[in-house]
């Protein structure tokens, strides 16, 4: 079965402090992403991944970094977090190709105080 | 680029009655497209999704979409809603190689006993 873990599940963040928020997938798929969803704006894409060592900035890349050390793995980086950056975040693994199912984790709840 | 709009933030129908959510997108070219479900603090599962060929497309637990090209619009549809069905539903539109999908805002579905 198809499972994308992510870790932790909460953390709370002081500002200026560095968050990483970590996914594993056990899918052996290419495709990694890492999306926020905010009431009103639904899931917006912060970064994706090609495959291990690629990272690519999505739609609202301003204040993150990622990471992709291997197929399995994909950190999301905060250096510098910011009360604007609370929300939920959520990693998914997908295969490269037309239209295929992607998975997703059962997210992280970042609050940055 | 690609976009979705998903016209209605929340949807309230008695349980046994029909159900339409609204999803209109913005793709050049083919679009691949989906509806996923968000069951409380969960990750989204995917209901169904359309490739190039029949209009109609069927999926879990009795929910369809129907592709309109000239609408630019897909619609999912569900014949008699039961409780179980109280959830947030999205609508995705994917590039040829899935790199990169987007997200409609959500449509958050109220179930009325």
């Known amino acids: 079965e198809a499972a994308v873990t992510q870790s932790p599940r909460n953390k709370v963040a002081v500002t200026g402090g560095k968050v990483t928020l970590s996914c594993n997938q056990t899918n052996n798929h290419n495709n990694m992403y890492w999306y926020r969803q905010d009431t009103g704006h639904g899931l917006r894409l912060i970064h994706y991944s090609y495959g291990a060592g690629s990272t690519e900035k999505g739609d609202i890349p301003d204040g993150y970094k990622a990471s992709r050390p291997s197929q399995e793995n994909f950190s999301l980086i905060l250096e510098l977090a910011t009360p604007s950056q609370t929300s939920v975040y959520f990693c998914a693994s997908g295969d490269r190709g037309r239209g295929t199912e992607v998975f997703f984790g059962k997210g992280t709840r970042l609050t940055v105080v | 680029a690609q976009s979705v709009t998903q016209p209605d933030a929340r949807v309230t129908v008695s349980e046994g009655a029909s159900l339409q959510l609204r999803c209109k997108y913005s793709?050049?070219?083919?679009?691949?497209l989906f509806w996923y479900v968000q069951y409380p603090r969960q990750g989204l599962q995917l209901l169904l999704k359309?490739?190039?060929?029949?209009?109609v497309v069927q999926g879990v637990n009795g929910f369809e979409a129907e592709f309109s090209k000239s609408n630019s619009s897909f619609h999912l549809r569900k014949a008699s809603v039961h409780w179980s069905d109280w959830a947030v539903y999205f609508c995705a539109v994917s590039n040829y190689g899935n790199e990169k999908i987007t997200f409609g805002a959500g449509t958050k579905l109220t179930i009325k006993p």
């Open positions: 793709y050049f070219g083919t679009p691949y």
């Open positions: 359309y490739y190039p060929g029949d209009p």
